[in-house]
């Protein structure tokens, strides 16, 4: 118990001050620096396209090699392109969002195709010469690797894989691998061993079924059209395989 006195002195002990609340360091504010957005590049567009497409000659119409010039003779009736001439070669003309677009058949055999552009190439790019203008090259050809109905974008540079008529284009016209491809896809529809002679020559010189030409008709036009309007507004033309 405590006693008196133990009472009286912790009676007369202060009570201790209290303690000031400590205030941490403030970190002066970091302003943020607003990053600049370089300025949109404008879309690069093309003045001209030529749209040249890879066959065999008219006696083999129809068939599955000829897909190219089949889907060519189409898209001049769609757009009703205007016949005229360069030099002494047939083409037509039809303008989309101030692009030219011009339809070239490439004539001769597939597996000449460079040999057989190569003057009518030679005439079209002497047009142009000392213009400031811009043309590229697009090339309609049939694949065998893509379904029947599907369109696929091929890149400039990129390899002929095994295509007779990209092949020879590729080896002797001045084209190169300077060309944008859209595979038409014919499908591998065909009984046999795929590396038997003549099973694969075979199936591409046969005709188209009439359900398949109105696959072509109903689905492939319009997306090689489809296709051709973006061109012209920039997209894929210009894209490189590295």
Do not use: C
């Not at 460079?114 to 047009?127: A, H, I, L, Q, R």
């Not at 309007?229 to 490189?240: A, C, R, S, W």
């Amino acid at each position: 118990m405590f006693n008196s006195f133990t009472r009286r002195f912790f009676s007369t002990i202060p009570p201790k001050p209290p303690t000031p609340p400590t205030s941490k360091p403030t970190t002066p504010a970091v302003k943020k620096v607003k990053k600049v957005k370089p300025p949109k590049q404008p879309i690069r567009k093309p003045t001209n396209l030529l749209i040249l497409s890879l066959g065999n000659p008219k006696e083999y119409n129809g068939t599955r090699h000829s897909i190219g010039h089949y889907v060519l003779d189409k898209l001049q009736n769609r757009y009703r392109s205007m016949p005229t001439r360069i030099g002494r070669f047939e083409i037509s003309n039809h303008i989309i969002n101030d692009t030219n677009l011009w339809f070239y058949r490439v004539p001769g055999y597939m597996n000449l195709s460079g040999k057989s552009v190569t003057p009518f190439f030679k005439e079209f790019t002497n047009k142009f010469k000392g213009e400031d203008t811009d043309f590229q090259t697009v090339i309609l050809f049939d694949e065998l690797d893509v379904d029947l109905g599907l369109v696929k974008i091929r890149k400039i540079n990129s390899s002929h894989r095994g295509h007779n008529g990209l092949r020879d284009i590729q080896a002797s016209s001045n084209i190169g691998k300077n060309y944008t491809g859209l595979q038409l896809g014919i499908g591998r529809y065909y009984n046999g061993d795929r590396t038997k002679p003549g099973v694969v020559a075979d199936y591409v010189l046969s005709k188209f079924k009439p359900n398949e030409f109105e696959i072509i008709d109903d689905q492939v036009v319009d997306k090689v059209m489809d296709i051709l309007e973006e061109m012209t507004n920039g997209k894929y033309i210009y894209d490189k395989l590295k």
